[in-house]
């Protein structure tokens, strides 16, 4: 199935709305670069998040150097039609170590791993290849309002916390 996204007009970044434990709505940009999926720890307390799972710390490379990240446990991840169960993500502080940033974080490609997705940066669109079993992704704005089509793209309208 082949999903529309955003692109920041500013800097070409594209952005994608995820959902987060069927609840949470987060802005994220989605970095093929990148191999996991890093949650900036200030939109989740925003939310009012339930930070409770975090299993382990870990030091992450990235192209500015190396930062230290907490590894948390997630129960549902969904975007692009596409859900992941027990995900472990990366979660950090960027205010703290001064990155002021318009996203909620990054979606790494670790989200989709076990699936085959294609990215179209001319016609802004995604195309996942996984059997249609398999794209069960449940938008909550889909379900505040069911006459709306959100099937077809990956932006659901951001809410206020």
Known sequence: ????????????????????DKIY?????????????????NPLYIAKYPII???ETGTVETASGYM???IM????????????????????????????SDYDGVLGLDFFEDTEFTVNMKNHTLHNTAPPHQQNAQYRCQEEDP???YSTHSTCPRRNF
């Open 68 to 70: 230290e990240v907490d």
């Open 25 to 41: 709505d987060f802005k994220m940009m989605l970095d093929t670069g990148a191999s996991n999926t890093t949650f900036d720890v």
């Open 1 to 20: 199935m082949t999903y529309k996204f955003e692109k920041d007009p500013v800097n070409g970044l594209i952005l994608v709305y995820i959902v987060l």
């Open 53 to 55: 799972n975090i299993h």
């Open 73 to 100: 446990q997630t129960k549902v991840i969904s975007a692009f039609g596409h859900t992941v169960y027990d995900m472990k993500v990366q979660v950090y502080d960027y205010l703290k170590h001064g990155i002021l």
């Open 147 to 149: 006459g709306s089509d």
